[in-house]
């Protein structure tokens, strides 16, 4: 079974300041991908990361995939409330999605 | 343009009923998939249709579930005898072509079993 594991679970911090969460596989996957869920919605795609070591930045968001494409990062800077949201990791093998089950940040004003 | 929707957006069941919820992909997806959402938890994989054909049911808790899509648009999960272990949300998601693409969500049914 392919498990991925999201840490921190909860995270609450201030406007403006930088965080990272973590997304750790026990697996391999062809590609990986970060969403953000706001309450009372489906999960929405920000990325999608299939090369180890690649980084990608989408605004504020920086992106990283390891090198041996088991683990990733998600570093936000500056965070803002709108930032707020469950974020959550998915595995690809194929046309399945294997999820994390989420960090959920709390960014207040 | 219209998104995946979903309805009912809220049910509340009593234990034993019998319960649809309905997903209308994006037009002209070829693609539709259905999680299960606990509380608390990411969504998990309950099956994967491809036109009308179910080519994955693997994630189907067990055979009170059942899901169709019968003309290759619409589709509908249908849980037989509610359980309380049921009570999550259920999300639809479809894919332009065979299903490696970028997956569009629905907003979920809240299914709550009392």
């Known amino acids: 079974t392919q498990l991925l594991e999201q840490s921190p679970q909860f995270l609450s911090i201030q406007e403006g300041e930088n965080l990272t969460v973590y997304c750790n596989s026990s697996?391999?996957?062809?590609?990986l991908q970060w969403y953000r869920q706001e309450p009372g919605e489906g999960p929405v795609l920000l990325v999608t990361?299939?090369?180890?070591?690649e980084v990608k930045k989408l605004k504020r968001l920086t992106f990283q995939f390891g090198d041996a494409r088991k683990d990733s990062s998600l570093h936000i800077t500056a965070a803002q409330p709108g930032d707020t949201g469950l974020y959550l990791c998915?595995?690809?093998?194929?046309?399945?999605?294997?999820f994390g089950k989420g960090t959920l940040l709390t960014v207040n004003p | 343009g219209a998104g995946v929707s979903q309805s009912p957006r809220y049910k509340v069941a009593k234990r034993g009923q019998d319960v649809a919820l309905r997903c209308d992909p994006i037009?002209?997806?070829?693609?539709l998939f259905w999680y299960q959402q606990a509380l608390g938890q990411g969504p998990e994989f309950l099956t994967y249709?491809?036109?009308?054909?179910?080519?994955?049911k693997s994630g189907l808790p067990s055979d009170r579930f059942f899901a169709e899509r019968p003309e290759g648009s619409v589709s509908t999960l249908k849980i037989q005898r509610t359980q309380q272990e049921d009570s999550a949300v259920y999300l639809c998601?479809?894919?332009?072509?065979?299903?490696?693409?970028?997956?569009?969500f629905g907003p979920g049914t809240r299914l709550l079993v009392l």
């Open positions: 249709f491809q036109n009308e054909a179910q080519l994955d």
């Open positions: 998601a479809s894919t332009p072509l065979a299903g490696k693409e970028t997956q569009y």
């Open positions: 998915a595995g690809g093998s194929n046309y399945k999605l294997t």
């Open positions: 697996s391999v996957f062809s590609s």
């Open positions: 037009s002209g997806h070829v693609s």
């Open positions: 990361v299939v090369t180890g070591g």
